[in-house]
């Protein structure tokens, strides 16, 4: 299984944009689905995660603005960003694990101009 990010880019603070992240195969129940971000000198850090039950989790930096969805029959998992901050900017990276699989996507860049 492969996964491949979509929707990222350049936007205003303030702005917002709709991550995606799609599985090449459907039906593969992945047990937690995870956003991260990777910025310049920082560490790799989690964004949100969601679970095969829709238990979700966010990063303390999001503080309301994230909200972290999947459609398992579109194998497909989303990330939608309200109210960007300059500090969001970074490459952003697909997860997704279930036993005996840890998937990442390749990412992609989203960058939040002042």
């Known amino acids: 299984v492969q996964l491949e990010e979509s929707g990222g880019g350049v936007v205003q603070a303030g702005g917002s944009l709709r991550l995606s992240c799609a599985a090449s195969e459907y039906g593969s129940n992945f047990n937690i689905m995870r956003w991260y971000r990777q910025s310049p000198g920082k560490q790799r850090e989690l964004v949100a995660q969601i679970t095969s039950i829709d238990d979700m989790t966010y990063g303390a930096f999001v503080r309301g603005r994230f909200t972290i969805s999947r459609d398992d029959a579109k194998a497909t998992l989303y990330l939608q960003m309200n109210n960007l901050e300059v500090e969001d900017s970074g490459v952003y990276l697909c997860?997704?694990?279930?036993?005996?699989?840890?998937?990442w996507g390749r990412g992609i860049q989203v960058t939040v101009a002042s």
């Open positions: 997860n997704a694990w279930k036993p005996f699989n840890d998937i």
